[in-house]
């Protein structure tokens, strides 16, 4: 799958911070039930990759990227675990060469309009605006529009169920990511039904 059949698939994408392995397949298994299937499982804990691979073994129906990724090293780790796609934070010349020669359908990081004419100048005409809300929010994201109408942004950092909305009127929004959908207390509570609970009203956000 390319980056755009990816996008498509889903209009949010959950950030995944997993603390224990033995949560991330009925974790995803409880997102892909409530309707989304593209999921980003950072690299922020010792058990992501791990998460990965379980993932991608155990639950079919998901498309399973890597986030975080922020040296050439983790891209390769990340790959070698099976991920279809990647994300970073943040972006700097050597990790988009990295990514641009791997061929790994990938969301580069930007916050600033220098990022963003970086990114494609290494050909990335979709970018993740991080952190969305700290970094200027939707005011931020209609400045970038002036310059690089053909820029599309999956932005994530400080959206939520309530200020989604505002995010997916811009034109140049194809998705919102964040963490909201797997808060750690249901998380390390086996609350499986109240996360796919989560994921369906995600779903119903995006007119
Ligand atoms: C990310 O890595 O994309 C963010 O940490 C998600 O931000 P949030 O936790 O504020 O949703």
């Known amino acids: ?58 639950v079919p129906d998901a498309i399973v990227g ?4 922020a040296t050439p090293d983790q891209l390769k780790a990340s790959i070698d675990a099976g991920a279809q796609f990647g994300v970073s934070p943040g972006s700097t010349p050597r990790l988009l060469q990295a990514v641009a020669d791997s061929k790994l359908p990938f969301l580069p990081g930007v916050a600033t309009i220098s990022e963003v004419i970086q990114a494609l100048e290494f050909g990335f005409d979709v970018q993740k605006f991080f952190p969305a ?18 820029v599309r942004f999956c932005p994530t950092g400080g959206i939520n169920v309530q200020n989604a909305p505002e ?20 998380v390390a509570g086996g609350k499986w039904a109240e996360i796919k609970h989560l994921a369906r009203e995600a779903v119903a956000l995006k007119p």
């Open 1 to 58: 799958m390319n980056l755009d059949q990816i996008i498509a698939e889903t209009s949010v994408m959950p950030v995944m911070v997993i603390e224990r392995l033995e949560d991330a397949v009925p974790l995803a298994h409880a997102l892909v039930e409530g309707g989304i299937r593209v999921l980003e499982i950072t690299l922020r804990t010792a058990a992501g990759l791990d998460a990965v691979r379980a993932i991608r073994q155990s």
């Open 66 to 69: 890597v986030g975080t990724i």
């Open 133 to 150: 809300v700290q970094a200027g929010g939707v005011k931020m994201l209609e400045a970038f529009r002036g310059p690089f109408p053909q």
């Open 167 to 186: 995010f997916f009127k811009l034109p140049n929004v194809v998705c919102v990511g964040g963490s909201w959908l797997t808060p750690k207390d249901l």
